[in-house]
DNA sequence: GTTTATGCAAATGGTTTGCACTCGA
DNA sequence: TCGAGTGCAAACCATTTGCATAAAC
């Protein structure tokens, strides 16, 4: 399975009706290759490469969570973390050390049963976040 | 059960090496009483006979957060919520509609197999988050 | 009399917005 | 060309902090 090249970002950001930039690529470029999901302020220092303003990128990192191009991810560390939201890499939840900050998928998700009984309850359109801190293995 | 008065609110404090003064009561009268868990600017309007400041707030509600009296509660909304945490009403997990805002308590928490699954992947001290949101039965 | 809490004012930090300009399609 | 995207500067908003004063124990 290989990398999706600039052309491939091309045809998304096109299929969703929006326009290729530099900026918009390289964000693609970048977060397409992350293990884990990225701050604004990671992001931006590996942009180092490109130009651009704080206020374009959250523009663009607003715009394409809205276009399903990323998640936008609450840790609750006190600022998003943004990662591709792709079908290689569809839902998922974290955890994160509360130590080194390393951050791992996790290969659950909350149970069906939870969100029948929500549904029994009358809700509609239910979605859920749930993830987990701790100390990882390497800072015991 | 009846409420907990002034003076058990006193107690508690000093148990837990803090100053009783006229804010503090007040915040634990209203939070005891809530429902759901209550924003600061919530907490504000209910505080109109106790003339306080705004940081005083907060750094009451760190204080007591950190005495574990109080939970503050992160529902994705961009600000906190803050609920009593007490023998009564423990750990715990809600719901939000997106439509009213309505917080209701979930009668269901994480599987205890996820926290095993982290532990036996080295994690310690290993703890959670979930909350669900939705449009509820009334907004439908 | 100490220690802790409070008020005031100013700062912080992530994120957003208004507006004029520029560039991609 | 024409609307979407950008840069700049300023605003936002929940929360925090420094510092001097005041209240609790």
Redesign the pocket.
């Given at each position: 399975m290989k990398h999706q090249h600039d052309q491939d970002f091309?045809s998304l950001l096109?299929d969703k009706g929006?326009?290729?930039?530099?900026?918009?690529l390289a964000l693609l470029e970048i977060l397409d290759l992350a293990i884990s999901p990225m701050?604004?302020?990671e992001i931006t220092h590996r942009l180092k490469k490109v130009?651009?303003?704080?206020?374009?990128l959250?523009?663009?990192l607003?715009?394409f969570t809205e276009s399903q191009i990323l998640n936008t991810v609450d840790l609750g560390e006190?600022?998003?973390r943004y990662e591709r939201n792709c079908e290689l890499h569809h839902h998922h939840h974290h955890i994160i050390c509360t130590s080194c900050k390393k951050i791992e998928v996790v290969p659950f998700c909350v149970p069906d049963e939870f969100k029948k009984f929500l549904t029994k309850k009358g809700y509609r359109q239910i979605s859920h976040r749930m993830d987990f801190s701790g100390i990882c293995k390497s800072c015991t």
């Open positions: 091309e096109r929006l326009k290729s930039t530099p900026l918009r701050t604004a302020e130009s651009f303003d704080r206020a374009t959250f523009r663009a607003k715009t006190g600022f998003h």
